[in-house]
């Protein structure tokens, strides 16, 4: 193609009386390049002839653009194909399918892949990726879009929440840490941070000396709320060293501070664990999940499903495993030239709670821990490859629990030969 063959034609100077009376029944690829505003697409036929290059701005234009795309192909075999690039076509999308139009997608890979493909020049732009990911498509290197679940959106939005809360719990103890370093530095070696003993006395003293002004009120406070798990002694010594603080002494407007913040976290604190009830008893009433929940937890079956969907829509355990970006890779460069790595593909979050859910197998596991220790020693003692090695395990594992077969650690972990300590 010549590089006059991307020119493109701004979608209020559209004129389709050119390219109409070729259209009808014919199949027609709409081929469209996402952008956060200024979209492109490409109309071209099964013959590979570009019909049309237009440009729209997103949202503004986007109706109209159906709209008439639609009234120029309504007797053609339309086919949309795009690239799944985070979420500003997800709109379009959604109007193309209320269109009765099959969507496509088509790898950002295979696209950059393909550049020089077709025209032998390396460069892409916008109007060029678009009539890429047309051939692409016309080439069969596209898949249909499935589009997301309800559950897995209803989950995913639930792991935002999740995540927006728990950062704000994080920021809000890290901000009373601060406080607490400069006006009762003796208390942080007492009790823990996100104690809610500490959180609750903070709330409604503020300060280390309206604590040391009222002793009987704060330990009636600090023994309504800790109960039977705060000793006699530790609360003496905490109100004891609310007396004798080294702390710089509050100002009025600090102490509202560390009032506010401490009640903040408590609220914050009380919002996680509904959000966290959510999580489980949606948990609860999904199958796939209630399995996955008794080898990994509630909350990590819940992430893996928001993130990689169901075990069950992969077919085979590589695959899924692949999803979370555990499959093996040679490296090709480097000092680690020739060592098998993973290639950490897909969402870092799905992996980090598999992390610590092998974690948690290899605790309560003897038959897992001996195997991570044998594996360790031949490593040079390096423990990180033996918990990457149990990751992997449980991923290929999590899809055969989630089409309902038992959880059994000696059927992935090889141990008759092994001397296990009694």
């Known amino acids: 193609m010549g590089k006059r063959s991307y020119r493109s034609t701004a979608f209020d100077e559209m004129d389709g009386s050119a390219v109409l009376g070729r259209l009808e029944g014919k199949r027609v690829v709409l081929a469209v390049d996402v952008a956060k505003e200024a979209f492109m697409a490409q109309l071209l036929t099964e013959e590979r002839e570009v019909l049309a290059t237009v440009r729209w701005r997103h949202p503004q234009q986007t109706r109209a653009l159906v709209e008439t795309l639609k009234g120029w192909l309504g007797r053609c075999r339309v086919e949309v ?4 690039t985070g979420t500003y076509g997800d709109a379009l999308r959604a109007l193309l399918v209320a269109q009765g139009w099959p969507v496509y997608r088509v790898s950002p890979k295979r696209v950059h892949d393909a550049a020089e493909v077709y025209d032998g020049v390396p460069s892409l732009h916008d109007a060029k990726a678009a009539y ?4 692409l498509h016309l080439e069969g290197v596209s898949e249909v879009w499935e589009e997301v679940s309800d559950e897995r959106r209803e989950m995913k939005a ?3 929440l999740l995540r927006l809360y728990q950062g704000r719990y994080r920021r ?4 009373l840490e601060a406080q607490l370093a400069r006006h009762w530095p003796e208390v942080l070696g007492m009790l823990g941070l996100d104690s809610v003993t500490l959180l609750q006395l903070l709330a409604v003293y503020g300060e280390p000396g309206r604590i040391a002004a009222d002793p009987e009120g704060a330990a009636l406070l600090m023994g309504r709320v800790g109960g039977r798990g705060l000793r006699p002694d530790k609360r003496d010594a905490v109100l004891a060293s609310a007396a004798r603080s080294v702390g710089v002494p509050c100002l009025e407007a600090e102490r509202e501070l560390i009032q506010r913040l401490a009640a903040d976290v408590l609220a914050t604190r009380e919002e996680l664990r509904e959000l966290e009830r959510r999580v489980k008893a949606k948990v609860e009433q999904t199958p796939v999940l209630r399995r996955m929940a008794a080898v990994v937890g509630s909350t990590t079956s819940a992430v893996l499903l928001a993130t990689q969907g169901s075990p069950l829509d992969y077919p085979e355990p590589r695959s899924y ?7 093996l890779k040679e490296r090709s460069s480097g000092q680690h030239k020739g060592q098998l790595k993973i290639t950490k593909r897909g969402p870092s979050l799905a992996r980090q709670y598999l992390y610590f859910a092998a974690l948690r197998l290899i605790d309560r596991d003897p038959v897992v821990r001996h195997w991570c220790e044998r594996k360790a020693g031949r490593d040079g003692g390096r423990k990180g490859k033996a918990v990457t090695a149990v990751m992997r395990k449980l991923a290929k594992a999590l899809w055969y629990v989630a089409r309902g077969e038992p959880f059994e650690t000696r ?6 030969t092994w001397p296990m300590a009694a």
């Open 81 to 84: 194909v795009m690239e799944p």
């Open 132 to 135: 890429v990911m047309g051939r």
């Open 158 to 160: 639930l792991q935002g």
């Open 172 to 175: 809000g103890l890290n901000r």
């Open 321 to 327: 495993q692949k999803s979370l970006g555990l499959n």
């Open 411 to 416: 059927k992935l972990f090889t141990v008759e």
